[in-house]
Structures are given as structure tokens and as C-alpha cells.
């Protein structure tokens, strides 16, 4: 099994959200996958004296109800205390205290990890139709996404913590870490993707996988 970790910020929550942090685990298997969110203050999930977080406890539960390998099920939440150190430490960029934390955590399967990008592209899809109802989804203007923002991806250091290497950048659709010297498309939202992956979603859907932000669509221009 694989764990895969991504994160989003959102600098300016609603006040109950304020110093959150919600996890969303995913174990992925042949067919589907099952998913479960747990919320919690971020201090108290960081706390490595606190075994008492009933966050932490939800999340362990879930992982054992699915049938998680014991070994897996705790490497994947060393790996997911590590990663939220890493993007909540005091050096970080991009987080401070009061904001709120989305991590995701996915579980996956080595035999599905491979899998061809065009057959992930179209689950992600779904699961966007499936969880948006307000909007309707629409091929994205081809101009718009042949003008949108590209860079070649230069592979940070991983940087080491508790033994363990940690990655914080992939693409969200075929959750793949990103290729030193491949493309990556950088929306106006400001999320990542691998230019492969985001084209062929904007085949389908003009709004950003992640966030819900929308391209013009084909028929507007």
C-alpha cells in the first residue's frame, strides 16, 4: 500500500473553522474507494502527548474498520503527523496560526498506482459530478487552457523527519508525485497539476478539481 498526502490552506475561515485542521481519508480499491473526515483543533492533533484526540482516535478506528494492515495503517499516520508538521511548522510559508488545514490521505493499492492516467482523469471526474451538483460541468475553452501558466517542475529536497521522507508535491488528479523537468500547469486559483492530467480534465469539466474555481467555458468563446 501507498500513502499519498496533499493539503490546502484557507487563510481566511469562517470562525469556527479558525486553527482546524479536517483530514479526509481515502483507501482506494479495485472498484471504488471509502472515505472518512475527521475535524479537529490543529494544536491538539499535533500534540504527541494528547493519545486522548479524538481525532486521532476516529481516524485510527476507521483505518482498522477497513481492514488497513497494521503496519500500513500506522506508517500512514506517522507519515500524516510528519506532513502536517512540515506544512504547520513555525518556517512555513503559507500557514499561520488561526488558518484552516485540509489534508487528504490517501491510501492506495501498488497495482493501482500505475494505473493509466486517462481512467483516473475520468474517476476524478465523477467524483466531481457525483459531489457538485450545483454546477453544471462543461468542456473548458480550448484557447484558455492552451494560455494558462506552465513551468518546468525542478524537484524540491525532500526534507527528513522522524526517518521518514516526506513529498508535498503532486498532482491531485493522478496522484503522482511531480516529475523532475516535466510540466506542470498552474491555474489562476493557484492549484498544481500535471499538464497531462489537467488537459484531459478540462475535456470534461471547466472548474479546477480542487477548489471549484471556472474556466470560460468552450461554448463562451
Known amino acids: 500500500m501507498i500513502v499519498k498526502l496533499s493539503h490546502e490552506i484557507d487563510n481566511y475561515p469562517e470562525p469556527d473553522d479558525a486553527g482546524t ?10 472498484d ?18 494528547n493519545d486522548e484526540c479524538k481525532s486521532k482516535q ?8 477497513a481492514g488497513v494492515n497494521e503496519d500500513v ?14 506544512v504547520t511548522c513555525p518556517v512555513s510559508n503559507e500557514y499561520s496560526p488561526g488558518c484552516a488545514l485540509k489534508v487528504w490521505l490517501d491510501i492506495v493499492p501498488e497495482y493501482l498506482d500505475d494505473d493509466d492516467d486517462d481512467s483516473r482523469v475520468q ?19 480550448k484557447h484558455v487552457v492552451k494560455s494558462l501558466t506552465r513551468k518546468v517542475y525542478n524537484k524540491k529536497i525532500k526534507k527528513e523527519k522522524k526517518r521518514k521522507m516526506i513529498s508535498l508535491d503532486e498532482c491531485r488528479i493522478c496522484l503522482q508525485e ?44
Open 123 to 141: 474517476e476524478a471526474v465523477q467524483v466531481s459530478f457525483d459531489d457538485t451538483s450545483s454546477i453544471q460541468f462543461r468542456p473548458a475553452s
Open 73 to 86: 495503517l500506522n506508517n500512514a499516520i506517522l507519515e500524516l503527523i510528519v506532513f502536517v508538521d512540515e
Open 58 to 65: 476516529d481516524l485510527n478506528y476507521f483505518l482498522l474498520e
Open 178 to 221: 511531480f516529475s523532475n523537468g516535466g510540466v506542470v500547469v498552474t491555474l489562476s486559483c493557484g492549484h498544481e497539476f500535471d499538464e497531462e492530467c489537467i488537459v484531459k480534465w478540462f475535456e470534461t469539466s471547466h472548474v479546477c478539481p480542487l477548489c471549484r474555481f471556472e474556466l470560460p467555458c468552450q461554448d463562451e468563446v
Open 21 to 30: 485542521i479536517r483530514v479526509t481519508t481515502r483507501i482506494f480499491g479495485e
Open 32 to 49: 471504488d474507494y471509502s472515505t472518512f473526515t475527521t475535524l479537529s483543533l490543529a494544536k491538539d492533533f499535533m500534540d504527541d502527548e
